[in-house]
């Protein structure tokens, strides 16, 4: 999903929080902000969009996940 969703150049009026790079970034993609409907995933949420490196919504996601995962101490 990653992928489909960098290959958009984001819009000029998105702000740059990460400094170069022109993809479009979610930055709080994880299921509960994905609706499958008839096969096809939508993305919903989009308060935190942003234009930037890809590695960098990656890195978000991973690090959404990951915490969602952890055991609560």
Do not use: C, K
């Amino acid at each position: 999903m990653h992928g489909r969703l960098h290959a958009i150049t984001a819009p000029a009026w998105l702000p740059s929080p990460f400094g170069e790079g022109q993809a479009l970034l979610h930055l709080d993609l994880h299921p509960e902000n994905v609706i499958v409907a008839a096969g096809v995933p939508y993305l919903i949420d989009w308060t935190n969009a942003a234009a930037g490196p890809a590695p960098a919504d990656i890195t978000q996601t991973w690090v959404l996940i990951a915490s969602s995962l952890a055991s609560p101490r």
